[in-house]
T-cell receptor, first 111, second 115 residues
Framework: KNEVEQSPQNLTAQEGEFITINCSYS?????LHWLQQHPGGGIVSLFM???GKKKHGRLIATINIQEKHSSLHITASHPRDSAVYIC?????????????FGKGTLLTVNP | DSGVTQTPKHLITATGQRVTLRCSPR?????VYWYQQSLDQGLQFLIQ???????AKGNILERFSAQQFPDLHSELNLSSLELGDSALYFC??????????????FGPGTRLLVL
């Protein structure tokens, strides 16, 4: 079992729909990242969070440390949101600097 | 544009060969991270350098090595290449040393194809 599991693997939506992508992890963490990878391959960091909720434009990320779960929400989805969304976690060990990644969720938003 | 540059964008080579990938971090960032992204394994952390020193190692093969130079640019050397090394190689940078507890800025990647 992977340390970081994302669901769904693939998601197709109509423009304007509310999108939720989930990330569950099995280890203690000190931070969780949401990344966006566009079809061309470039990766952009969307959020880094260790508790609560963060919002940037139409994107909202939440994390529940006790349940080891995070969600990424996209409101009023648009075709330009089509991308792979990747969850990554940093372990809570003091010397553990590395990120462990989920396999990603491929989101397609149709006009 | 993240401010992180990587060269070359594409690289095609043969098995057994050696290649060098180059990364220049964002101005002011002291940490450089190397990642490998393959179709079957997804993104994997390879290695981190902070201000010229190795800080963390991930799933990096012994055939691979990296270094960070005084001007903070970094090079990832891949030798005795195998077909399975074909992948996208990303470099990322951040200001400090704490790795996963900072925002990392990713370069555009180098696509390596080993024939």
């Amino acid at each position: 079992k992977n340390e970081v599991e994302q669901s769904p693997q693939n998601l197709t939506a109509q423009e304007g729909e509310f999108i939720t992508i989930n990330c569950s992890y099995s280890v203690g963490i000190s931070a969780l990242h949401w990344l966006q990878q566009h079809p061309g391959g470039g990766i952009v960091s969307l959020f880094m969070l260790s508790s609560g909720k963060k919002k940037h434009g139409r994107l909202i990320a939440t994390i529940n440390i006790q349940e080891k779960h995070s969600s990424l929400h996209i409101t009023a989805s648009h075709p330009r949101d089509s991308a792979v969304y990747i969850c990554a976690v940093k372990g809570s060990g003091g010397s553990n600097y590395k990120l462990t990644f989920g396999k990603g969720t491929l989101l397609t938003v149709n006009p | 544009d993240s401010g992180v540059t990587q060269t070359p964008k594409h690289l095609i080579t043969a098995t057994g060969q050696r290649v060098t990938l180059r990364c220049s971090p964002r101005s002011g960032d002291l940490s450089v991270y190397w990642y490998q992204q393959s179709l079957d394994q997804g993104l994997q952390f390879l290695i981190q350098y902070y201000n010229g020193e190795e800080r963390a190692k991930g799933n990096i093969l012994e055939r691979f090595s990296a270094q960070q130079f005084p001007d903070l640019h970094s090079e990832l050397n891949l030798s005795s290449l195998e077909l399975g090394d074909s992948a996208l190689y990303f470099c990322a940078s951040s200001v400090g040393v704490t790795g996963g507890q900072e925002t990392q800025y990713f370069g555009p990647g180098t696509r390596l194809l080993v024939l």
